[in-house]
């Protein structure tokens, strides 16, 4: 077993505060020095790398010294050590005696190991550490994977043995678990965009980020909902600038229109939508005063993206849409459209207050194989002028048509006194709302209007006067903005 060191020493610039078995002889930690291995300058903060968006040829020359805690090199120190990159990926190591992403530590040095890593953004730091791990021999069981108990201590094999890295550990012996940590490696931040996944080689799943949000970036609040908050980047022009915030509750000190200094959380992607969890953020609260006289101007947050037909029908493109305001010009809603339930069993089994599949009346539709339920709801999503009842009762949601054949789900909860089911098979001049995704079902994408600016109706049959100036769209700059208190006008 090698000597025992304290874990958490980067760059042995203090002695060990904590020790295993007493020893403080044995090895204290790990110096890493790092260059590029192309030979360029390392970045700093004033010249940071281009952010790593899943490229997998980046590469750093490591040296890895094992220290003693004087100070000087521990030449009795041979075994292997962990690299990792946070925050990052190491993909391998290439170098005299490499395994994997773990480099072979010879008379307590292992100089120019070539490091190829991915995923990294912001401050990022190279990390060492001995976990005791030897890689094992292919054509025989690892000692960690054997059924044995080789070093005695009564405990049996990964992931049981404290001494066991990994099942492919072939001692069950522990390391020094000596640390150490490279100067910082400066990356771009990534931007919403990136966290949306601009590219299918993002590698930032369930990861913490910070996301950029000063030049070139501007990041707008566009919609405040009662489980959290919608943002746009409104400088980004190639999609993928929209993002939901997902804080459980409305977030207190928010309002359409305020601008983001930060904005940090963890990526998740919840059934195809991807959430920024757990968020923190910095709020400019925006004043509508003109900047001349102390205030931050007309208000950023964009007009809404127009989608037709052909874009409801274009994945791709409504991917980039994702969480984004968007608007439907001329909209129908289903004609067969109500709360009666349907008759599987009549020849004509759909009527305009006919669309209601739960036919148990258990509050859920049963979508199991073979369900009478399941059927209801086939038939009813297989037509094109049916809104299943079940889902607007349950969830606010039903189906509108665009064009000839476009449809797409909407949800108008938050416009206060619409009634959908009373204008069934009739038309809504524009619907505005924040987008949303979700693979269940057929219908993958939900229009949420956000207040009742966001809804338009037509102007009623023979009303002449509104027919002579018919209403329209309010724009982006005002639409939702709501007084902060009643004392706020939100229009100053």
């Given at each position: 077993?090698?000597?025992?060191?304290?874990?958490?020493?980067?760059?042995?610039?203090?002695?060990?505060?904590?020790?295993?078995?007493?020893?403080?002889?044995?090895?204290?930690?790990?110096?890493?020095?790092?260059?590029?291995?192309?030979?360029?300058?390392?970045?700093?903060?004033?010249?940071?790398?281009?952010?790593d968006l899943g490229r997998t040829d980046e590469a750093f020359l490591v040296d890895v010294v094992a220290r003693l805690p004087d100070g000087a090199i521990d030449d009795a120190f041979d075994g292997f050590v962990r690299l990792s990159?946070?925050?990052?990926?190491?993909?391998?190591?290439?170098?005299?005696?490499?395994?994997?992403?773990?480099?072979?530590?010879?008379?307590?040095?292992?100089?120019?190991?070539?490091?190829?890593?991915?995923?990294?953004?912001?401050?990022?730091?190279?990390?060492?550490?001995?976990?005791?791990?030897?890689?094992?021999?292919?054509?025989?069981?690892?000692?960690?994977?054997?059924?044995?108990?080789?070093?005695?201590?009564?405990?049996?094999?990964?992931?049981?043995?404290?001494?066991?890295?990994?099942?492919?550990?072939?001692?069950?012996?522990?390391?020094?678990?000596?640390?150490?940590?490279?100067?910082?490696?400066?990356?771009?931040?990534?931007?919403?965009?990136?966290?949306?996944?601009?590219?299918?080689?993002?590698?930032?799943?369930?990861?913490?980020?910070?996301?950029?949000?000063?030049?070139?970036?501007?990041?707008?609040?566009?919609?405040?909902?009662?489980?959290?908050?919608?943002?746009?980047?409104?400088?980004?022009?190639?999609?993928?600038?929209?993002?939901?915030?997902?804080?459980?509750?409305?977030?207190?000190?928010?309002?359409?229109?305020?601008?983001?200094?930060?904005l940090s959380g963890t990526t998740h992607d919840f059934f195809g939508f991807t959430e920024l969890n757990f968020p923190g953020y910095t709020v400019h609260p925006w004043v509508f005063a003109p900047v001349a006289q102390g205030g931050d101007g007309p208000c950023l947050v964009p007009e809404p993206t127009l989608l037709d037909?052909?874009?409801?029908?274009?994945?791709?493109?409504?991917?980039?849409?994702?969480?984004?305001?968007?608007?439907?010009?001329?909209?129908?809603?289903?004609?067969?459209?109500?709360?009666?339930?349907?008759?599987?069993?009549?020849?004509?089994?759909?009527?305009?207050?006919?669309?209601?599949?739960?036919?148990?009346?258990?509050?859920?539709?049963?979508?199991?194989?073979?369900?009478?339920?399941?059927?209801?709801?086939?038939?009813?999503?297989?037509?094109?002028?049916?809104?299943?009842?079940?889902?607007?009762?349950?969830?606010?949601?039903?189906?509108?048509?665009?064009?000839?054949?476009?449809?797409?789900?909407?949800?108008?909860?938050?416009?206060?006194?619409?009634?959908?089911?009373?204008?069934?098979?009739?038309?809504?001049?524009?619907?505005?709302?924040?987008?949303?995704?979700?693979?269940?079902?057929?219908?993958?994408?939900?229009?949420?209007?956000?207040?009742?600016?966001?809804?338009?109706?037509?102007?009623?049959?023979?009303?002449?006067?509104?027919?002579?100036?018919?209403?329209?769209?309010?724009?982006?700059?005002?639409?939702?903005?709501?007084?902060?208190?009643?004392?706020?006008?939100?229009?100053?």
């Open positions: 077993m090698r000597a025992h060191a304290c874990a958490g020493l980067a760059l042995l610039a203090a002695g060990c505060g904590v020790t295993r078995g007493g020893d403080l002889a044995g090895t204290a930690g790990f110096e890493l020095r790092v260059t590029l291995a192309d030979g360029a300058p390392l970045p700093d903060a004033a010249h940071p790398m281009p952010l990159l946070h925050p990052g990926s190491v993909l391998e190591v290439q170098g005299a005696g490499a395994s994997g992403r773990n480099v072979y530590v010879s008379h307590g040095q292992a100089l120019g190991q070539r490091v190829r890593v991915t995923g990294a953004h912001g401050p990022s730091r190279f990390w060492a550490e001995d976990v005791g791990y030897v890689p094992a021999d292919p054509a025989k069981p690892p000692a960690c994977s054997d059924g044995e108990d080789d070093d005695g201590d009564g405990i049996v094999d990964f992931p049981g043995d404290p001494g066991c890295a990994f099942a492919n550990d072939d001692s069950e012996e522990g390391g020094t678990y000596a640390t150490g940590l490279s100067p910082v490696l400066e990356y771009a931040q990534p931007t919403i965009a990136d966290a949306q996944g601009r590219s299918s080689l993002t590698p930032y799943d369930e990861e913490q980020l910070d996301l950029r949000c000063d030049a070139p970036s501007a990041v707008v609040v566009t919609r405040i909902s009662t489980d959290g908050f919608y943002v746009t980047d409104v400088r980004e022009t190639g999609g993928y600038g929209s993002i939901f915030a997902f804080s459980f509750s409305a977030p207190p000190g928010l309002r359409v229109c305020d601008r983001l200094t930060t037909e052909l874009t409801l029908g274009d994945d791709a493109a409504m991917e980039r849409l994702e969480s984004a305001l968007v608007r439907v010009e001329g909209a129908t809603v289903a004609r067969y459209f109500g709360p009666k339930l349907v008759d599987m069993s009549a020849s004509v089994k759909l009527a305009p207050d006919t669309s209601n599949c739960d036919l148990n009346q258990d509050g859920k539709i049963d979508f199991a194989a073979g369900s009478p339920e399941a059927a209801c709801n086939t038939l009813c999503e297989s037509t094109r002028d049916c809104s299943e009842w079940t889902e607007y009762a349950t969830r606010g949601d039903f189906i509108v048509g665009i064009g000839n054949g476009g449809r797409v789900k909407v949800n108008t909860g938050e416009v206060v006194g619409f009634d959908p089911a009373a204008r069934r098979g009739g038309t809504l001049a524009a619907l505005t709302g924040t987008l949303r995704n979700f693979t269940g079902g057929t219908f993958h994408w939900t229009l949420e209007a956000r207040c009742g600016d966001d809804l338009v109706l037509p102007c009623p049959e023979g009303d002449a006067a509104c027919l002579a100036s018919p209403p329209a769209p309010v724009s982006s700059q005002v639409a939702c903005v709501h007084p902060r208190t009643q004392v706020d006008n939100a229009g100053n």
